[in-house]
């Protein structure tokens, strides 16, 4: 399947296809990301370092950088929140090296938060790979995590810039955002009348809070001005709620060979999801069906699936979360044209937002 | 019983016993602790009320302010860490009003430490209530506990201080250590050749590396002198060693009416506590004795734990835990002594040592 993004407004994965018409296209982007990996790698490695024995392997094997055998890891996520950071202190005209304790220290937040995640929901899996507390038990990813989080302060108050308390500041209450926003995922689970804007509001803790602070965390260390990162800060929060969005497309629709996730993945789980959502919520007769579907007890069949996929599209929800996450990508980018932004950074973050939103589904 | 903590060096609960000589007494200590808490709850509750709704309830119960069923709670702790703070701005001569987010900090510290540690340690209990975890499940309690970490580095950062900072990144190292010595606490449940030294620099993680914070952190956000922020961290860091030891003794000889837990609870629970461990590793015959008895299946019967306690006696536990206890509180007060602090400031950190590690057994 090779449909792009949304039906009216086509986010395509070349940047040259509307907004600036800077030329970035998705291969460009690939690269970015490698380099801005690189590039704060080893100040990641010498953080995770200071860590105890145990937590220290554990985040390394987490990380992608060892095996369980010990023997050299194949590698990690694609550090798209490092390359935020880094993109938004370029963003004011600060050098990228300047930004490397907040892309350090909000990769620590992230990985905080995923330890913690997979233990809450259970998951044995992370990238084909045992997490964490499948492998080592409960107690050691509770405190991996937290060695995590209370480290990505630490490495940005030693950063020496006159703007890390703000950074710090900012990070720690981003935090509460990602811990409301699973505090809330997990209380759906046992409920069943969540409306969209409750649903549309946990992805926004959970998911856009941490992109909003990496796409401004580079800038507010810098010391730029309000314009900036108020307006890189949005930019990664719409990002942020379009890449959930998507997912959440690709948890019914998405081709299990490219998602890595059994195919409908979501509806197999009953999860309420922001397309599963609105159309439950607004979706009329298909709807109702679909929430007593949702209700049901047992594990689904393959017919059961394929109806409930078509519920969703029936009762809107496929429309609706493909126009949302089209509105929420040309706020984001809107977003940026106000912010008065170095020309080739901008370019750089729209060309990293559209790549991020516009997985193939 | 009414027997005083050591052998040799009495250390009494009236600071006219010895040492400054200047009288404040264990009726002042407990006055003096519940003025702090009274100072420091107003902040410390408009904290937690930032919190998301499930987690502000989960901690307002943690902290004793609400029961199970919404009424009014009867009080949590003694708070002692948001005391010793108040008490090192004051030793610099700093408004203990200004003390108060670093009082609440540490106070948010410790209970994040407290709600993730009941859950690791499977502890259903406690202050005779049940625990957040065995109410509301593992994620609430790791959740929750996240939630005041964070809030911590927020507090701290709010205040305004120049130096916090600074106070921010020295909790944050803090809170590493804590997570040290509780990965190690938990590694020796697995371990039979645990030995002294591995023991006491697991209690310096989890019991001293907090109090040594709390006691200096004060003065810190007030901008004192190194050789006072030295001076107090010290003495924390002793005082909570002697702590510790104390509170292993209590383990083995302590008077449940008083320690509100089973008689010869850590034996009970084959825990290698201080005084256990080096008896099992420096005790000869007895000491070998009591090795075979920990490395038993099953659960003990009241003649094998007695006969477990008289050989942790005779291997020299008892001895040298108690002359262990003398030497830190010996250390605590001469690190006070150079550390040229507010007069009647140090008596009352002296007075509060004391308190702290002579509690009866």
Redesign the interface.
């Known amino acids: 399947m090779t449909a792009t993004l949304g039906t009216s407004t086509s986010i395509g994965t070349s940047a040259s296809a509307g907004g600036t018409g800077l030329g970035t296209d998705a291969c460009d982007v690939r690269e970015l990301l490698e380099r801005c990996r690189d590039a704060v790698t080893p100040a990641l490695r010498a953080a995770v370092d ?3 024995d ?2 220290r392997a554990q985040a390394a094997y987490h990380l992608g950088w060892t095996e369980l055998d010990g023997s050299p890891g194949r590698g990690g996520g694609k550090a798209v929140r490092p390359a935020l950071a880094r993109l938004s202190a370029a963003a004011v005209g600060a050098p990228a090296s300047e930004a490397v304790p907040a892309a350090v220290a909000v990769e620590l937040v992230h990985n ?1 938060s995923l330890l ?1 995640d997979d ?2 929901d259970g998951d044995t899996e992370r990238r084909h790979r045992p997490t964490v507390w499948s492998r080592w038990g ?2 050691s990813a ?2 991996c ?3 995590l ?3 990505a ?2 490495v940005l ?2 950063s020496g810039s006159a703007h ?2 703000a950074a ?2 900012m990070l ?2 981003t ?2 955002e990602l ?2 926003g ?3 995922d ?2 759906f689970e046992t409920r069943d009348d969540v409306g969209v804007a409750e649903c549309l509001s946990m992805a926004a803790g959970k998911t856009g809070s941490l992109l909003a602070a990496a796409a401004s965390i580079g800038a507010v260390l810098a010391g730029g001005p309000e314009a900036a990162r108020s307006g890189l800060s949005t930019y990664g929060m719409e990002v942020g709620m379009a890449f959930q969005l998507v997912d959440d497309l690709l948890g019914i629709w998405g081709d299990p060979g490219i998602t890595g996730k059994p195919v409908r993945a979501d509806l197999r789980s009953r999860k309420k999801t922001l397309p599963i959502t609105y159309a439950v919520t607004r979706g009329g007769a298909a709807g109702r069906e679909l929430a007593a579907w949702l209700a049901a007890d047992g594990e689904p069949d393959e017919d059961g699936l394929l109806r409930a996929a078509a519920l969703v599209e029936a009762g809107g929800g496929r429309d609706w979360a493909r126009a949302e996450a089209d509105r929420r990508m040309d706020r984001a980018e809107r977003a940026l044209d106000g912010a008065g932004l170095d020309p080739r950074t901008h370019a750089e973050l729209v060309a990293l937002g559209r790549y991020l939103a516009d997985r193939q589904y």
Request: glycine share 2%; hydrophobic share 55%.
């Open positions: 200071r860590l105890d145990a937590s905080f913690h233990l809450m409960a107690s509770i405190l995590g937290d060695a989080l209370a480290l302060s630490e108050l030693e890390a308390p710090t500041r720690a209450a935090t509460r811990i409301r699973q505090v809330e997990l209380a």
